[in-house]
């Protein structure tokens, strides 16, 4: 069975730094894309960030670029995503995700992270 | 980067009832688009994947359809478990987009 499990969330002022771990089983890590995505409060679903299995290429959304930075350890089958410079609309769930090429289909429960003084 | 426009954004509706949900992109994204259900304080479940090909262990009362930029999501008849919020997303390329989401909530 896949499992996914976030952690490192957690309550961190304006301008601070957090990162997020999401620890793996069930499956070979090393041979799948895997996934960041947010829901902030009352609100829809946001692609975050991506890194692939092959060649580690990573992608960011706009929102999250030159701040954030999606990294995997596949000995560790271990997904992370260090967050920089937060600001308050960065407040929100994160989840990680496995991503095949047609979606994610499994899913962590979610780590929340709110940024407030 | 691609836009996803998703309708309507919310849609109240009996058991029994057959419900269409739909999803437009400004560009063309030939097949890649998946659907997700997510209920309250839960992750996202997959329903439907390459636009109409049902994830294993999804209810066959869950279809998709389309394909370009025109996609539609139908419950052929609606369960008390169905009521949700039902999102779309692109994968044809980075960013992936998801749709704005659709509350299905009981008349």
């Known amino acids: 069975e896949v499992q996914l499990s976030e952690s490192g969330g957690g309550l961190v002022q304006p301008g601070g730094s957090l990162r997020l771990s999401c620890a793996a089983s069930?499956?070979?890590?090393?041979?799948?894309?895997m996934s960041w995505v947010r829901q902030a409060p009352g609100r829809g679903l946001e692609w975050v960030s991506s890194?692939?299995?092959?060649?580690?290429?990573?992608y960011h959304a706009d929102s999250v670029k030159g701040r954030f930075t999606i990294s995997r350890d596949n000995s560790k089958s271990t997904l992370y995503l260090q967050m920089n410079s937060l600001r308050a609309e960065d407040t929100a769930i994160y989840y990680c995700?496995?991503?095949?090429?047609?979606?994610?289909?499994?899913w962590g429960q979610g780590i929340l992270v709110t940024v407030s003084s | 980067d691609i836009q996803l426009t998703q309708s309507p954004s919310f849609l109240s509706a009996s058991v029994g009832d057959r419900v269409t949900i739909t999803c437009r992109a400004s560009?063309?994204?030939?097949?890649?688009l998946a659907w997700y259900q997510q209920k309250p304080g839960k992750a996202p479940k997959l329903l439907i994947y390459?636009?109409?090909t049902l994830e294993s262990g999804v209810p066959s009362r869950f279809s998709g359809n389309g394909s370009g930029t025109e996609f539609t999501l139908t419950i052929s008849s609606l369960q008390p478990e169905d009521f949700a919020t039902y999102y779309c997303?692109?994968?044809?390329?980075?960013?992936?987009?998801f749709g704005q989401g659709t509350k299905l909530e009981i008349k």
């Open positions: 997303l692109e994968l044809n390329s980075y960013p992936l987009t």
């Open positions: 890194v692939n299995n092959n060649d580690g290429s990573t």
């Open positions: 069930g499956f070979t890590f090393d041979s799948h894309a």
């Open positions: 560009q063309g994204i030939s097949s890649s």
């Open positions: 390459a636009a109409s």
């Open positions: 995700a496995r991503q095949l090429p047609w979606g994610f289909d499994s």
